[in-house]
């Protein structure tokens, strides 16, 4: 059967990303796979020699948890209408996109996230890599122009700029 695949995390542009994902599924008739990639704290590195096994059940439930409420948050009471697969993997966020998505006829979807220069430097792209290495054609699906303006207030609130009274005009 065919597959949608899609990343979430409960950022708002994963929430774009799966509302996406799930009317793409609908339209193709296919399952939508929403997938949560998640690491130990610490990475897998220091997972290694510090963490038991009952640490590792314990964040892997914690990240099950995480993925009902992203689901719960994206479609509340109402269904997507489609058949609905929630899977958590334990990996970088693209790596466990790409090796779900592995079959030329899923669809991958991603959320194309901020494009600020100094969060590019600190977190690689996940929608990058995507693009870069699926084997299945990927939809990047841009972040609403309101969150925009809602992280530029942000940002006006943070450094304390007074609002200019003429940019609340059309």
């Known amino acids: 059967?065919?597959?949608?695949?899609?990343?979430?995390?409960?950022?708002?542009?994963?929430?774009?990303?799966?509302?996406?994902?799930?009317?793409?599924a609908r339209v193709r008739d296919a399952e939508l796979w929403v997938v949560l990639a998640w690491q130990p704290p610490g990475g897998e590195l220091g997972s290694r020699n510090s963490l038991g096994p009952a640490f590792l059940a314990q964040c892997r439930a914690a990240v099950v948890e995480r993925l009902r409420e992203v689901l719960d948050t994206a479609f509340g009471a109402v269904p997507p209408g489609v058949t609905l697969v929630g899977?958590?993997?334990?990996?970088t966020p693209g790596a466990a996109l790409v090796d779900t998505a592995r079959d030329p006829d899923d669809?991958?979807?991603?959320?194309?996230?901020?494009?600020?220069?100094?969060?590019?430097?600190?977190r690689p792209?996940?929608?990058?890599?995507?693009?870069?290495?699926?084997?299945c054609p990927v939809l990047a699906v841009p972040s609403s122009p309101l969150q925009a303006e809602l992280e530029s207030v942000h940002r006006r609130n943070v450094w304390r700029i007074p609002l200019d009274p003429r940019e609340l005009a059309p």
């Open 107 to 122: 669809l991958l979807v991603v959320g194309t996230g901020s494009r600020a220069m100094w969060r590019r430097l600190v």
């Open 1 to 24: 059967m065919r597959r949608v695949v899609v990343g979430a995390t409960g950022t708002p542009g994963s929430l774009a990303a799966l509302h996406k994902a799930a009317a793409e």
């Open 125 to 135: 792209s996940v929608a990058r890599y995507c693009l870069t290495h699926a084997a």
């Open 87 to 91: 899977l958590t993997v334990r990996g």
